[in-house]
């Protein structure tokens, strides 16, 4: 493969990494707010939510693995496992693996997910919350096509969609943090 194929293989998983990881996070808060797709009976959404996951994960492999095997700039495979130790834009590079080290706890735990306890399980997925903006924040960063139309229009998108997602999360969180105080006054009235 020549060098300008593997650039533009690492700018398209890069791209195409953004908009699954976007996807994925909504459907991880469509999850947790009981969402039904359409066509999709309820544990549908769930059942999509992990398939998009491996597949976003994968894209993610390959676009790590592109940019260690392109030749143009030095990235090793520390590199990308360590943060902040790459030669190459240490600041922007290093978030790119912050935000692969973060998603990698969330899938290790996911695989004995029945082991680790439900609990625990959740305290570490709750960083792929965290990894996303990471991510974004690597891609507008180092990202040679960050500054086009197209990508910004793409970012711009896919930070309102999560926005508004994790805005409906919220006022759905709150909502039910006042009712139950309510539903147990509710109760304990009507033990009295």
Known sequence: M????????NRATGAVGLVLFTVVVLLGIAVRLRVRLPGLPRFGTMSLHRM??????????LHVTVAVVDGYV???????????VSGYQ?????????ALDLLLAV?????????????????????????????????????TD????????????CVATV?????????Q???AARQTPAVLLHTEGARR
Not at 74 to 84: E, G, S, Y
Not at 163 to 171: G, I, K, P, S, Y
């Open 2 to 9: 020549t060098s300008e194929t593997l650039w533009y293989a």
């Open 52 to 61: 998009l996951s491996l597949s976003a994960t994968a894209f993610l492999a």
């Open 74 to 84: 030095h990235i090793t495979a520390l590199d990308a496992l360590v943060p902040f």
């Open 90 to 98: 240490p600041l922007w590079l290093g978030l790119g693996t912050v």
């Open 107 to 143: 899938l290790v735990t996911s695989l004995p997910r029945d082991r680790l306890g439900h609990r625990a399980w959740r305290a570490v997925h709750r960083l792929a919350y965290a990894s996303w903006p990471v991510a974004l924040v690597h891609g507008v960063g180092i990202g």
């Open 146 to 157: 960050a500054g086009t139309d197209w990508m910004t229009w793409l970012t711009v998108s």
């Open 163 to 171: 926005v508004t997602a994790f805005a409906l999360r919220t006022a």
């Open 173 to 175: 969180a709150v909502r």
